[in-house]
């Protein structure tokens, strides 16, 4: 198997080098074998581990659950089923998420609406309704 320095570990995974030390520092991946020289060695495998926590984090995963799927993915008794579950329950977050931000957008709406774009700040109804919290 061919060793990778952190440089070509990066490149291949399209991820930056700082990306990788600080998956490193957040126990995402393990800590390499080092050279002599004091410079890391990665085994080719570490290419795919990257390139899931990538996708992972695509698709709206932290990295506290990407850990978690990680140590799933590893642990002998886990199901598909297990795995669906946190995909469901990254799906509730997300339409959650979404519902937020269309309150948020209709509120902002509402408000820019309110306001001509004329006259000093003292008089602007945005500025005024994010003073009196409506």
Same mark, same amino acid.
């Given at each position: 198997? #061919?060793? +990778?320095?952190?440089?070509? *570990?990066?490149?291949?995974? &399209?991820?930056?080098? %700082?990306?990788?030390? =600080?998956? %490193? /520092?957040?126990?995402?991946? !393990? %800590?390499?074998?080092? #050279? ?11 290419? @795919?581990?990257? /390139? =899931? ?7 709206? =995963? ?5 850990? &978690? +799927? +990680?140590? *799933? ?13 946190? !995909?469901?329950?990254?799906? @509730? &977050? ?33 500025? %005024?309704? +994010?003073?009196?919290?409506?």
């Amino acid at each position: 198997m #061919r060793l +990778l320095t952190i440089g070509q *570990l990066a490149k291949s995974a &399209d991820v930056g080098v %700082e990306t990788v030390r =600080f998956y %490193e /520092r957040q126990g995402l991946l !393990a %800590e390499p074998n080092r #050279r002599p020289s004091g410079y890391r060695q990665y085994d080719e495998g570490v290419v @795919d581990r990257l /390139r =899931f926590i990538r996708r992972a984090k695509e698709l709206g =995963f932290t990295l506290s659950e990407i850990k &978690d +799927l +990680l140590s *799933l993915r590893l642990d002998p008794s886990t199901t598909c089923a297990d795995v669906k579950n946190r !995909a469901e329950e990254k799906i @509730d &977050d997300i339409e959650a998420k979404s519902r937020t931000l269309q309150r948020m957008k209709k509120a902002l709406v509402k408000v820019t609406k309110a306001c001509s774009g004329r006259g000093g700040t003292t008089d602007c109804p945005i500025l %005024e309704a +994010l003073d009196k919290g409506k």
